[in-house]
């Protein structure tokens, strides 16, 4: 954590005077006045720190409620990412910790002096100083001769002046086709998709960055593909299950990839566009002779195999100039010539330890590479010099597992690699000059690992894990003719959601998603179409429709607990009625029942729907509740645990029973219908049972078998239609970080 009571202070591309609320980019003033500012000043004076929420709710929006502060601070965080080139998904500067705050994670200069921002350029950038004083001066001397000279002078120092201009004119011009990359300072660092298709890993980028190979599981067959970068058009090279680790010669003219047959990791090579696959035999490539190994001075001579040298793991990297294959061997890191099928080691890895992913740096000078320690002792990065003769050199040590090969950015001073620290495997970036400052490029909670950087076009891909969770819908009246059928899709990459419920006149569709980066509700047509949505407060869940189809009421979780809030769908902003959660309307829309444990245990409450005092329902334990069609009974969930009772109780107050009958998988798998319940629960094996209980029969009959336990249960008032939610398919997806810096 940094605390520092100077006004100026610099990170990456950007200087700030806190004092005069100025911010420049290259020199640059950029335009950031407000919450934004004020923002950007609490973040950079507690850098490395959490602000919380609440702590600038405080500082900044003293008056306001807490929805016009969850509106105004999401608006506000935008608007400052917008003005850094910022994004919430890969964040270089303002890192978001989900319902708690944001924190500043990049290296800030703090200044004592105050020099022009003007001079405070990248110098991995500004290869060529473009003379722009030149102008002025010319032009400032044409100014104070202009009293004392002849017209003659008077037009020669213009046309002085005309022609320095054109000349950096020019000089610009022609850096910047040079080298187009230097105005991607001033874009928008974007992440999306890579691929149009899901199932792949090892993404490996081209030499110039336009294209990339990557294993994939396709329709066609799994083995290696390529693809150039914003295309649908996939072109397979190879057709095996067991290729994997693509990377390409500096020509881009082949691609060597592992392949893993009868327990052992061959290397291969393959022409990019699509030539014949060919095997580096024990001849040429893959094996080598004892006799063609040159030892390491710093390291001890071992006898090997004379059949040669198979890599143990198939991720690998070829060298900048051509001329070599790095790849893991018994004990250590190799190098494999792919012209005359010469191998040497040039680490030799402890007796302990296993070293892999090697990858050369930009230049070719060193190969960087992870030692795993098989006695319980922390991950490690090190580095070797290419050339051999010198011991290897630690980086850093890694208090996670590190997941995936390391990479070098672009420029050589950064290294980039997965570590699951926290948890799930995410990407970090770590200075060569500072390697214990390590900042998150992706936000935990999705596993990413497997990045890629480009060594030219400021890209980087990283693979990452969906496990999205989808709306299905089943047509009770048809059941026995017409499965499950899916809704929508993915409405959520995590464990929460999606809640889905049918607005009571049967047109519409309540969920939550956090497809847009914060879990929100969202409104869609009853069969899922033409989404948008309705909320932008950060953390809202439970949605449940007013019974006249025009409001929902849901929970939004805020740093002073949950919320009970209302929003119409036709215009105004969302309204805080109490603290509490799992809201439901009365059937007369007169009341909001919610769970609370304002009393030191929960129970259910209920609330005037248009504010007021809020009334206890429930005397002995409580949690979600629904109001019966017909306004006389109160039915709940005894607790949130799993498989908890339903009991109810008089709208009026009084005796509170349980349902015996009704035992659902979790208190939000069943709903209130015309004549009973439906609810969801685990029986039949791993099955999932849907049943209906009849309140005039007093009985319970199976209506369908789901493939899963559902969390979430919907159905329209009519009992005839559900929705539930289910969890998709595991896959990995491809991303794509444009202007990566």
Not at 201 to 230: C, K
Not at 402 to 429: A, E, M
Not at 623 to 639: I, T
Request: include cysteine.
């Amino acid at each position: 954590m940094t605390r520092n009571e100077s006004s100026r202070a610099r990170f990456g591309p950007y200087e700030v005077d806190l004092h005069t609320q100025e911010l420049w980019k290259y020199g640059t003033r950029l335009k950031l006045v407000g919450q934004p500012f004020e923002i950007l000043a609490m973040l950079l004076r507690t850098t490395g720190d959490l602000v919380t929420r609440d702590e600038m709710r405080s500082r900044l929006w003293p008056s306001d409620t807490f929805v016009d502060f969850n509106h105004g601070l999401n608006a506000a965080v935008n608007k400052l990412r917008e003005a850094l080139s910022d994004s919430a998904d890969a964040p270089r500067y303002v890192e978001t910790l989900p319902r708690r705050g944001y924190r500043f994670i990049a290296k800030v200069e703090w200044l004592s002096a105050s020099p022009s921002p003007v001079a405070a350029r990248d110098p991995a950038v500004t290869d060529i100083e473009v003379p722009m004083p030149m102008v002025s001066t010319v032009a400032e001397a044409a100014a104070e001769e202009r009293p004392r000279r002849e017209p003659f002078f008077r037009y020669l120092m213009v046309a002085s002046a005309v022609v320095s201009l054109l000349m950096v004119g020019s000089i610009v011009i022609w850096y910047v086709r040079r080298e187009p990359a230097l105005s991607a300072h001033a874009m928008v660092q974007r992440t999306r998709p890579l691929l149009s298709v899901s199932d792949t890993s090892h993404p490996s980028f081209s030499p110039d960055g336009n294209s990339v190979a990557f294993f994939h599981e396709g329709l066609q067959g799994a083995g290696i593909y390529v693809t150039r970068v914003g295309s649908d058009q996939l072109q397979q090279l190879t057709n095996n299950r067991s290729d994997c680790c693509p990377v390409w010669s500096p020509d881009g003219r082949w691609i060597a990839f592992a392949r893993h047959t009868d327990d052992e990791h061959h290397i291969y090579t393959v022409a990019a566009d699509g030539g014949s696959e060919q095997k580096r035999d024990a001849e040429r490539a893959v094996t080598a002779r004892s006799a063609a190994f040159a030892p390491v001075p710093t390291a001890a001579e071992h006898e090997l195999d004379t059949g040669g040298v198979l890599p143990r793991r198939g991720e690998m990297d070829w060298s900048p100039d051509g001329k070599s294959i790095a790849f893991s061997g018994p004990a250590g890191i190799y190098l494999l010539s792919p012209d005359n099928s010469a191998v040497r080691r040039i680490v030799e890895s402890p007796v302990s330890a296993e070293d892999w992913g090697p990858e050369f740096s930009p230049d070719g000078s060193q190969v960087m590479f992870v030692r795993n320690w098989q006695i319980g002792e922390p991950d490690e990065l090190w580095v070797v010099p290419s050339a051999g003769g010198a011991a290897p050199t630690r980086l850093l040590s890694e208090r996670g597992r590190i997941t995936s090969p390391p990479q070098w950015s672009s420029d050589g001073r950064f290294v980039i690699f997965s570590s699951n620290r926290t948890g799930h495997p995410s990407l970090y970036r770590v200075p060569l000059d500072s390697p214990d400052y390590a900042a998150a490029i992706t936000q935990a909670g999705t596993p990413v690992w497997d990045p890629a950087v480009s060594r030219h076009g400021y890209r980087l891909a990283y693979e990452r894990l969906l496990r999205s969770l989808s709306i299905w819908q089943l047509d009770l009246s048809t059941a026995g003719e017409k499965p499950p059928y899916l809704l929508v899709s993915s409405t959520s990459d995590t464990d929460q959601g999606p809640g889905p419920q049918f607005s009571p006149d049967g047109k519409r569709l309540a969920y939550m998603s956090d497809r847009n980066g914060t879990m929100e509700i969202w409104i869609a047509n009853r069969d899922g179409s033409n989404p948008f949505q309705l909320t932008a407060v950060g953390g809202a869940g439970t949605p449940r429709w007013s019974p006249d189809s025009q409001a929902i009421a849901f929970d939004v979780s805020t740093t002073n607990g949950e919320k009970i809030v209302t929003m119409n769908l036709h215009g105004g902003g969302p309204q805080e009625l109490t603290e509490g959660e799992c809201p439901s309307w009365s059937r007369d829309g007169t009341w909001i029942y919610f769970v609370s444990g304002r009393t030191g245990e929960f129970q259910v409450w209920k609330i005037p729907a248009a504010g007021g005092t809020p009334l206890q329902v429930t005397r002995h334990g409580g949690h979600a509740a629904l109001e019966s069609l017909d306004g006389k009974y109160v039915y709940y969930a005894k607790n949130g645990m799993a498989e908890p009772e339903i009991w109810r109780v008089s709208v009026e107050g009084g005796e509170e029973t349980p349902m015996p009958l009704v035992r659902p998988g979790t208190w939000a798998s069943w709903q209130v219908v015309e004549g009973g319940i439906l609810f969801v629960g685990p029986s039949l094996g791993h099955q999932a049972v849907l049943s209906y209980f009849d309140f005039a029969r007093n009985r319970t009959s199976t209506v369908a078998v789901l493939e899963r336990t559902p969390f979430w249960l919907g159905a329209t008032t009519d009992g005839k239609t559900v929705a539930f939610d289910q969890p998709g398919r595991e896959q990995t997806q491809a991303m794509l970080v444009e202007n990566f810096r």
